[in-house]
Each structure stands twice: as C-alpha cells, then as structure tokens.
C-alpha cells in the first residue's frame, strides 16, 4: 500500500481519535492540516518541535520533510524522505519529494536516479509530468559542466497544392521546362543532433547536424533534401546568451546539388524576465547555385525578436520578430540586379495557446516585402516587388515526454508586379515527432 493511501486512512484515524495525540502535546491533525492549506512554512516550524520524538513515524517524516524542502531546509527535509522510503520503498510520491529535493541540494545525480525511479514505476500523470520537468531542469544544469547530446527525429506524410510553386497560369520557367502548377502528396523526414561540450564557467562549444527530406509521391522532380552543418561557441552570463556560429548548408533537389550556402551568425538573448526575453542577432550568408549562377549572391540580415509568456488561462505565450536584409548579387550586371539585388523587410507575429497540459495550439502569421534593384524586362524595364505572405496553425498532441503528434496547415502567397513570380500554395500534414 502507498504512503498516499496510508495518510489517507491516518486521516480518518485522526478525525475520530484527535484527543489521543493532544495528550502528548503534538497533533497530527493539525500538522496534516497545514500541509494540505499549503502552509509549509508554519508546518514546518510546528512539526520542528517535535521531531525528536516523532521522527522514525513515516506519517509525520512526509509532512516535516515535504515542509523543510518548501521552507529552504532541503537537507532536513531529505533525511526524512530517505526515511519515509525505508518505509514505504514503492511510493512514487515521497520518491517524487525526495528527487526534488536532491535537486535543490544540486546532487543531480542522486535526483535524476530518483526521478528516473519513478518514472519506471507507471505513476499518475501528475507526477510523471513533474518528473519529466525536473529531468529538463537536470539536463540543462548538466551541460554546464558535462557534454550534453540531444536530438529529435520527425516523420510525416501530407498534401501540397503547389509542390513546384509555379503560378496559376503556364509559364516556361529559366530551365525550360513547364511550370504548370502541380500538386500532390509527400512524405518527409527530419533527422538532427546536437553536441554541447563546456569548456570554461559560461562558455560552450556547440555542435549541431540536421537533415530534411521531402518526398513527393508523383512529382519526384521536385523532391528536396536540406541538410544542415552548425558549429560555434556560446557565453552564458546571468541574464544573457552570446553566441557566434558557422553554418553550413546544402540544398538538393530531385537528388542533385542545387544550392550552398556558407554562413556566419552572431546572436544575443536578453531575459527580461523570467516570462520574456529579446533577441537579436547579425546573419552574413554567402549563396551558391550550381545551375543559375546569376543568383549567386551575399545576404546580410539583421533580426529582432521578443517572446512573452503571460500568466493568463491557457498560459499564452506571444512571439514576434523583425528582419530587415539586403541581398547582393556577385554578377555585375543587369540580370543579376533585377532578379538577385535587393532589400528586405520581414514582420512575423504568432501566439501559443495551452488547451490542456496535453495540447497546444500555435498560430502565427508574417509577411516579407523584397524590393528589387535593377530594371526587369519581365515588367517593362521597371523595378520588380514582391511580397511574400505566410500563415500556419499547428495542433501539438504532447503524447508523452519525449512523443508529440503534429497536425499542420500552412498557406504561402507570394504576389508580385512580375506575373510569372506570383504562386500560393496549401500545405497540410501530420508529423510524429520523437526527442532525445
């Protein structure tokens, strides 16, 4: 029988026999009703002056160890746990106490020991969800002063009206072929993992890989695979994250080189608090096309962002970013200027609803303006403007700690004053997502 069902019936025993204890000076009653007022502090200070005569009771060692560890007395509090399991050895809940309070007392490995007990024994939700808070926390502490790896895998199927993002009429695209638009379904597959090594009080050295493919099941031609190389250093200092990053990537499609891209990130992370935080970060990348080497290019990026949780029902968490870029062809010419050349501004804004602990809604919207430097004979030797609109909404099913289901719909518009650049596509899909 668990402790929980022991205090259960202590309880009743209490209610009929309250007398019997009183005669002894100490009232487990009334100690059992400041722990459940969540007064610790005052159950704590009751339960202390008797201690030496009730200590070895697992009733009493729950309430006064759960109480010490609320009111800053981790190690006390511990003592008593580590006896109520002597105990009661099955008991989730005072094991559940018990890690935390490792936790407190930094003993990491003694806590994530005991956290990962509990887990293996089916406990309520509750306490799982608790557990698995603390296993987060653990890591993160962890990688302060040990190397770290993590990782996520994702595998999905769903439905793309536009999977070439041609637009609504038949055009002959630069390669010569028809860009009717096509639609069809897909299969995709997302791979990453990511090294982090501390080296010194603050600093990290972060290494990170990660791999996208997405199959169509007609149009074959337009598979792509993205795969991604990341590495760079980090400072943590109390309230800010400096990072400075190399980033290599490249893009295939339909199984051939298509586009690479050499690239430095230099970012900061501001806390403003412990619900919001700002963000800002210099990107320089240098684009390389294998077919259309008049898109060759160098793109300079400067991005703002701010993130704020509220403490609201549903427990929305808003996030918005700003970029502003100017992308520079490496061909001097005409061409070039008009289809590469150009100036950038990005607003994008969402927002994330808790429905449940289970299920999480995200929405978000953005917009990208690119105006363009040289004249187009595709409009007449005038300037060509674009304006790139995106939207989603995503269903997030946390199946379990390291299990989630997604189910996306997103919608893509790019209008532009040069017709053959102007597409919209739909794109729906489900996702199961694994972590690590």
Excluded at 138 to 150: D, N, P, Q
Excluded at 227 to 242: K, N, P, R
Excluded at 292 to 311: A, E, H, K, M, W
Excluded at 365 to 394: P, T
Aim: proline share 3%.
């Amino acid at each position: 029988m668990s402790l929980r069902r022991h205090l259960q019936f202590a309880a009743l025993f209490l209610c009929l026999s309250s007398s019997a204890f009183a005669t002894s000076g100490f009232d487990m009653k009334q100690l059992s009703s400041l722990f459940d007022l969540n007064q610790r502090g005052k159950a704590y200070q009751y339960a202390s002056q008797y201690l030496a005569e009730q200590e070895g009771d697992p009733y009493f060692d729950y309430y006064y160890g759960v109480s010490a560890i609320d009111s800053g007395f981790a190690s006390q509090g511990v003592f008593a746990l580590e006896r109520v399991l002597l105990a009661f050895p099955e008991d989730p809940v005072a094991r559940l106490e018990l890690a935390r309070g490792y936790f407190i007392l930094q003993e990491y490995a003694r806590s994530k020991q005991e956290f990962e007990t509990v887990l293996e024994t089916d406990p309520p939700d509750g306490v799982r969800d608790t557990a698995d808070l603390y296993l987060d926390k653990i890591r993160l502490e962890e990688s302060r002063y040990k190397t770290t790896v993590s990782g996520s895998v994702e595998l999905g199927a769903g439905y793309d009206t536009n999977v070439n993002s041609a637009p609504s009429g038949s055009f002959n695209s630069a390669a010569g072929t028809s860009s009717t638009k096509l639609e069809d379904n897909f299969y995709n597959l997302f791979g990453a993992v990511k090294v982090v090594h501390p080296f010194s009080p603050g600093w990290k050295v972060n290494v990170s890989a990660s791999g996208a493919l997405k199959k169509n099941q007609d149009e074959s031609q337009f598979d792509t695979l993205t795969a991604t190389l990341q590495t760079g250093l980090s400072l943590a200092s109390e309230s800010s994250l400096y990072n400075l990053d190399f980033v290599a990537q490249e893009f295939q499609l339909d199984g051939d080189s298509y586009r690479q891209l050499l690239g430095l990130n230099l970012g900061w992370r501001y806390d403003l608090s412990e619900q919001s935080n700002f963000t800002t970060s210099l990107q320089y990348a240098q684009l390389t096309y294998d077919i259309f080497p008049i898109l060759d290019s160098n793109l300079y990026t400067l991005n703002v962002g701010y993130t704020r949780q509220f403490s609201v029902s549903m427990a929305p968490v808003f996030f918005s970013s700003l970029k502003l870029g100017m992308e520079d062809a490496k061909s001097n010419n005409v061409v070039a200027q008009a289809n590469t050349e150009r100036a950038i501004y990005s607003l994008r804004l969402g927002i994330a609803l808790s429905l449940s602990p289970k299920f999480i809604l995200q929405t978000a919207a953005g917009i990208q303006n690119s105006q363009y430097k040289g004249d187009n004979a595709e409009i007449g030797d005038d300037k060509r403007e674009d304006n790139f609109i995106n939207a989603d909404l995503n269903l997030l099913w946390l199946i379990s700690h390291k299990w989630r289901l997604d189910t996306r719909l997103a919608y893509v518009d790019n209008s532009s004053n040069s017709d053959i650049r102007e597409y919209n596509r739909w794109l729906a899909s489900i996702n199961l997502n694994y972590n690590f």
